[in-house]
């Protein structure tokens, strides 16, 4: 078992969690969900298949929901594992776990999407620092609170060192992250609205990794980012190895991006 407590957190995913919380109850030595009030059978589902479930009730303030349970639940180890309902764990991750020395503080986590019904083995990958000690690290406070878009969950950003000198690596072995709900474009175009904004604030913590920090901030509100963002997922990531599939997600990642840098232009024009 891997001794480290995976963290759900959820709200209506009934369509998720039967297929990505059975491998983690197999695979980690705590799993809880930490649900917010679901309409959906969220929470049975999770209880039936054996997890503890935890409610959360957002103040609108911060801490959001995954710094309010590092903070507040009583979890059994100091490694945790941030894994979103629509990710799976598969038997090469849990492997490389299993033959890592533990000897850094976190661990950058990648995913493979399915999309169209195909797992993408090329394209852009989502890589989140989402493996790590809760001694060491902590979701920032960032001025959104009156932001659509993100609400009670933190954004899409990664925590923060508390302590100086941490060492991160990576896991090389992809996730998988499968949405059954595809709502995919729905959950981008909130994303969207957020970082707008986020941009117009600068309120972006800094990245953990420098030179990330350094293209994230470069590219941010570039009107060349849709197409740095397209060559990157479907050229040099090779994209096109994955059909017409990988060239839908780049182009869908494209867009995205393109929908963002838009908005900034058309408020700059409007100055």
Request: glycine share 6%.
């Amino acid at each position: 078992m891997i001794q480290a407590t995976a963290i759900v957190c959820v709200k209506n995913e009934g369509k998720n969690l039967p297929n990505s919380l059975p491998p983690l109850i197999k695979k980690f030595a705590e799993v809880i969900v930490v649900d917010s009030h679901s309409t959906d059978g969220t929470g049975k589902i999770a209880t039936d298949l054996g997890v503890k479930v935890h409610q959360f009730s957002w103040n609108n303030q911060y801490p959001k929901k995954r710094q309010w349970v590092l903070d507040n639940l009583d979890l059994k180890h100091n490694w945790v594992f941030m894994c979103d309902a629509d990710e799976i764990i598969t038997d090469n991750f849990t492997r490389e776990l299993s033959t890592i020395d533990w000897d850094a503080d976190g661990y950058f986590v990648k995913s493979d999407m399915v999309w169209n019904g195909k797992r993408l083995k090329f394209g852009m990958k989502n890589n989140k620092l989402c493996l790590f000690k809760k001694s060491a690290f902590e979701y920032p406070v960032v001025d959104d609170l009156n932001i659509d878009g993100m609400g009670e969950i933190e954004g899409h950003y990664q925590p923060i060192a508390t302590q100086d000198s941490v060492i991160i690596k990576d896991i090389k072995s992809p996730i998988i992250h499968d949405d059954k709900k595809g709502d995919w474009f729905n959950r981008h175009d909130h994303y969207t609205k957020w970082e707008i904004e986020m941009n117009a604030r600068e309120a972006w913590p800094i990245d953990p990794i420098h030179h990330r920090e350094l293209i994230k901030d470069a590219i941010r509100t570039s009107p060349l980012r849709p197409y740095i963002v397209f060559i990157y997922s479907y050229i040099l990531n090779a994209g096109f190895m994955d059909g017409m599939a990988g060239f839908n997600y780049a182009m869908a990642r494209s867009r995205y991006t393109y929908n963002i840098v838009h908005a900034i232009q058309q408020t700059n024009d409007g100055r």
